[in-house]
């Protein structure tokens, strides 16, 4: 079984940053394909962005093209959410997710392909 703990989470200006890690412990994070969510309070849980087993991979919501960079450090069996020019509507609880997987290429972007979950930590960008 594999564990999740997301840390980083705060309050920020918009126009800000924020780095997000998520730790991995329970099985070598080099096994799992990575995903971030966030749930904004109301809204359906939503995907942010994705990353391969190898790191090689990554694939992003429209809305933080460009803003938002997914990382991964498999010495250190964690992966990372950079988020620059931070807007109030990337307010959110945001989630890390870990998906079993036999590919080194491949990233899921539904939260039903994920088998595991963080327990969230909140992000709030105020204007």
């Known amino acids: 079984q594999v564990q999740l703990v997301e840390s980083g989470g705060g309050l920020v200006q918009a126009g800000g940053s924020l780095r997000l890690s998520c730790g991995v412990s329970?099985?070598?994070?080099?096994?799992?394909?990575m995903g971030w969510f966030r749930q904004a309070p109301g809204k359906e849980r939503e995907f942010v962005a994705a990353i391969s087993r190898s790191g090689s991979s990554t694939y992003y919501t429209n809305s933080v093209k460009g803003r938002f960079s997914i990382s991964r450090d498999n010495a250190k069996n964690t992966v990372y959410l950079k988020m620059d020019s931070l807007k109030p509507e990337d307010t959110a609880v945001y989630y890390c997710a870990a998906k079993f997987t036999g590919s080194s290429l491949n990233y899921y972007s539904t939260s039903q392909q994920y088998n595991s979950w963080g327990q969230g930590t909140q992000v709030t960008v105020s204007s």
């Open positions: 329970g099985r070598a994070s080099n096994n799992f394909a």
